[in-house]
């Protein structure tokens, strides 16, 4: 089945030209022009990746993106923006996006940063198996995280980050190894990137019970490590 993408834009022109070539690569693409209409096409549609502007003429993409993270689809979000400052991307990256793209920007290369999120975040399959931790349960299979009972909401990137460190409990992932599993090469990544992934991971593990799962190793990058208390 072709892959359904869901382009969020306003510009008539964005959204007349992009579909083409998207089409091109046997992409199945939907379009709509504001937030509102947006949000009932990713209820509708299930699209894989969805393709979200910052500035809409009545919800903004950041506020969009917040519902989308929180609801029970989790499609890959790429968004689309005029600004390239550096809080601009790191707003993105801390409230979930995949990746951002800067306007105006390149058919061609809009393709192939689709074509890059969508390998990273299916990746291959597992193989059934569940990891049990006090207080945590990693359904590999289903990409699936329970802390103290209840569901922890990921997305794609954020269980490929903790699953890869969940997988292999005290061993230490780099900084470089662990880039190369969220974003690849394809990616925008910077210094702040991975942090600010790590940070949203340890908020959204946190519980009562004051365990902790990921542990920094100054210097060098992450690791799994069970610890009550603060990593």
Do not use: C
């Amino acid at each position: 089945m072709p892959d359904v993408i869901l382009l969020i834009e306003d510009d008539a022109r964005i959204r007349e030209l992009l579909p083409r070539y998207l089409q091109r690569e046997g992409m199945e693409v939907y379009t709509a022009a504001d937030g509102a209409s947006g949000l009932a096409a990713v209820t509708e549609r299930n699209p894989a990746l969805v393709l979200l502007d910052v500035n809409l003429p009545d919800l903004d993409g950041w506020s969009i993106l917040r519902r989308l993270r929180q609801g029970a689809q989790q499609p890959a979000i790429i968004m689309l923006t005029g600004r390239s400052d550096v809080p601009d991307r790191l707003l993105g990256l801390d409230l979930g996006a995949d990746d951002y793209i800067v306007k105006p920007f390149e058919p061609l290369e809009v393709v192939a940063r689709i074509k890059a999120v969508l390998r990273r975040t299916r990746g291959a399959r597992p193989v059934a198996e569940t990891l049990e931790f006090p207080g945590l349960r990693v359904d590999l299979a289903g990409r699936a995280v329970e802390r103290a009972g209840i569901p922890v909401n990921f997305t794609s990137k954020e269980f490929d980050l903790f699953s890869a460190l969940a997988r292999q409990p005290g061993r230490v992932l780099t900084r470089a190894q662990l880039y190369d599993i969220g974003w690849g090469d394809d990616a925008y990544a910077d210094d702040h990137t991975l942090d600010v992934h790590v940070n949203r991971l340890r908020q959204k593990l946190a519980a009562a019970d004051g365990i902790s799962y990921i542990a920094t190793v100054r210097g060098v990058g992450y690791k799994f490590e069970v610890r009550h208390g603060e990593a």
